[in-house]
């Protein structure tokens, strides 16, 4: 690839006429190749950003002790501190491989209706476990509400760039299951990993779309490219990168594609750092072929995602 893609979300939405039809265009054609984007013009403050790095980097800089004081108290619960060897992502496609090289914190929604299924209380509502850091925890929720605003905003365009009407995706997104995960993948200086250990394993991702913030100038996250090469994707400052996930294919009836990603092994590379927001539409929407084919079964988001999630333990 001569230049990443990339899409400016504040141009897009000012944008009329041919001008907006032309740049819809262009996202649709970006998810037909390879579903993974660089997003300009976010408007997501950067106090904002500023204050979930310096919380997550905090965090992580704790010892393994402290950060247990808010592991996840059993195998499958979904937020909290989850350490090192935990987790395998490329077992998700059917790949066996040792855990992944990284340590990760993870929360959930900022609230919960008040008719959500026993289920979904369980595996997506349960509590955020917050370390005992005061500024840790309003950085953290003020990022999430600001990412999902930004989700609801990007899944508009994409409503645009399959023809749809700008607000088609709301009625799925009363109450978004979603999900916010800080990575810590440590410095790989005098690490030998084992045969087919990465920091993160080849996946897809999971739910309708990823916005990932990785840290300015680290390496390692690549996509495996139409072509049939892993191509790097660069960190830029200030701009976040989009990819879309399984169920957004599954919902497109693969006209959009959730392309195979992997985060490397890179020797003498220094700690890396990201932030990635996973965005899911509620827990009971029923997710059909946009297309009015067949090419799927309906599936409700939550248990979908449930089954994949589980698939990686």
């Not at 907006?20 to 649709?28: L, M, N, P, T, V």
């Not at 310096?54 to 989850?82: C, E, I, M, R």
């Not at 009363?174 to 030998?192: C, D, E, I, K, M």
């Not at 090469?229 to 830029?236: C, G, H, L």
């Amino acid at each position: 690839m001569s230049q990443f893609p990339s899409f400016d979300l504040a141009a897009f939405e000012s944008a009329t006429g041919d001008d907006r039809r032309a740049r819809a265009a262009e996202i649709d054609r970006i998810c037909r190749e390879t579903g993974f984007l660089i997003l300009r013009g976010h408007g997501v403050a950067p106090d904002v950003i500023d204050a979930v790095w310096t919380a997550a980097q905090a965090f992580f800089a704790q010892s393994p002790a402290d950060k247990a004081k808010v592991k996840a108290p059993y195998p499958g619960y979904p937020y909290g501190w989850l350490g090192p060897n935990a987790e395998a992502l490329a077992k998700s496609k059917g790949e066996d491989t040792p855990p992944d090289l990284k340590e990760s914190f993870n929360g959930g929604p900022l609230s919960m209706p008040e008719n959500a299924p026993p289920e979904a209380v369980k595996f997506c509502y349960s509590p955020t476990l917050w370390p005992d850091m005061p500024a840790f925890r309003p950085a953290w929720q003020a990022y999430y509400a600001a990412l999902e605003d930004l989700a609801k905003r990007v899944m508009s365009a994409f409503a645009e760039a399959l023809d749809l009407a700008p607000d088609y995706f709301d009625q799925f997104l009363q109450h978004p299951v979603s999900a916010l995960r800080a990575l810590n993948y440590p410095a790989t200086t005098g690490v030998t990993a084992l045969a087919a250990q990465q920091r993160a394993g080849a996946h897809t991702d999971y739910g309708s779309l990823t916005i990932l913030l990785p840290q300015a100038g680290s390496r390692g996250l690549e996509i495996f490219h139409p072509s049939g090469s892993w191509v790097e994707v660069p960190a830029e400052p200030g701009v976040f990168v989009i990819n879309i996930g399984d169920l957004m294919a599954r919902w497109t009836a693969d006209r959009w594609v959730s392309t195979l990603h992997r985060v490397v092994v890179i020797p003498n590379q220094p700690a890396r750092q990201s932030l990635a927001f996973f965005h899911q539409p509620d827990w009971q929407a029923t997710i059909t072929p946009l297309d009015g084919s067949d090419a799927y079964p309906p599936v409700e988001s939550g248990p979908y995602l449930m089954g994949k999630f589980t698939a990686t333990q």
